[in-house]
Each structure stands twice: as C-alpha cells, then as structure tokens.
C-alpha cells in the first residue's frame, strides 16, 4: 500500500518525521528503503552532524560511510557513543581498510586524538589487521610519533604489545612505513 504513493509524497512526509519514525517507515520494504535512505542520512546529520557515521565506520558499510559524507557529514565528527572516536578511528580499530582510504579522502585527520588513543595506536592494538592498517596509515601521513592523551606512541604501544607482529610492528614503525629493504 504504501508503495502505490508516488514517491516525491513519500519524500515530503518523511521531512516531517522524528528520526524514529523515519527510520520505521524505511523498515516496511525495500523499496521504501531505497528511496528514503538519502532522507535518513540527511535527518542525521541535520540533527547530529552524522553520528550514523560512526556506526557505519565501526561495521565496515563503506558505501553508507561515502554517501553519508557526499551529503555533508562531518568526518571527524567524535561520537560519545564510541567513546568520542572518530569515525577514522573507529574504522582503524575494526581493520576497514577501505573505509580508512575514503575518510581520509574526505579530510578525515590521520593524527587525530580519540579518548585515549591516535589511530596508528589503535593500528597497533589490533593485531589481526595491524600490519596492512599500520602500512596505510603511514603511508598516508600518519605522524609515527603522534602521542595519544596517554602519552605513548604507536611505537612505545607496540614494543609493550604481546602480539605475534610484534617485530614487524615495531620495524615498520621505525622506518616509518618506508621500504626496508
């Protein structure tokens, strides 16, 4: 029923509903779901600067992180939810790579300080991606002696770190992501 409405009408009810409705509404099929999305964005960052953001960077929804900044979002927006991480910092602590490249192409601050944390620190702490995390970061200008609110750098973090890159972590870190060889 809802999907026999043209969809201009649709757009214009959607401008006058709470977040929460909105987002119901997007939930009935995914025809509506396609349409009003752009909506959804808009509303949030209306009314947050684009929190959503965040969530999207955590998860790893490149395309939402993208069409949310195409429309205005703030990319180094901290969210109190995330315990004031950027979303740059959110996607280093996730190992979204891609996420990573897009944020820093929309300006997001490569050094910028979280909670505690810079993102090559928060590089370092997750082992799993922490080498091919390490490397873009550095090699997109990441400060290897940028200290988190803690005091560390990503090198002191790594030399404490019992992961299994150790080594390598701290090699890279050291010649500052240039080759070595």
Not at 56 to 81: C, K, T, W
Not at 155 to 174: C, D, I, K, N, R
Request: with cysteine; proline share 7%; hydrophobic share 40%.
């Amino acid at each position: 029923m809802l999907g026999d409405f043209p969809p201009e009408l649709l757009i214009q009810i959607s401008h006058h509903l709470p977040p929460p409705s909105l987002l119901s509404l997007l939930r009935t099929n995914s025809t509506i779901y396609a349409l009003l999305l752009p909506e959804l964005y808009r509303c949030n960052i209306s009314s947050t600067g684009g929190h959503a953001l965040s969530f999207y960077a955590f998860y790893g929804y490149e395309s939402h992180v993208r069409a949310m900044l195409v429309r205005g979002a703030q990319v180094d927006i901290p969210n109190p939810r995330y315990r004031d991480y950027t979303p740059l910092m959110l996607a280093v602590s996730r190992g979204h790579l891609g996420i990573v490249r897009v944020l820093v192409e929309y300006g997001a601050e490569i050094n910028g300080r979280g909670e505690r944390h810079v993102p090559l620190e928060l590089a370092v702490l997750n082992p799993v991606e922490g080498l091919e995390m390490l490397t873009l970061l550095l090699d997109l200008g990441a400060k290897v002696d940028a200290r988190g609110e803690n005091g560390r750098t990503a090198l002191t973090t790594a030399g404490l770190s019992q992961s299994p890159f150790t080594a390598e972590m701290v090699a890279l870190l050291l010649h500052g992501g240039r080759d070595r060889s």
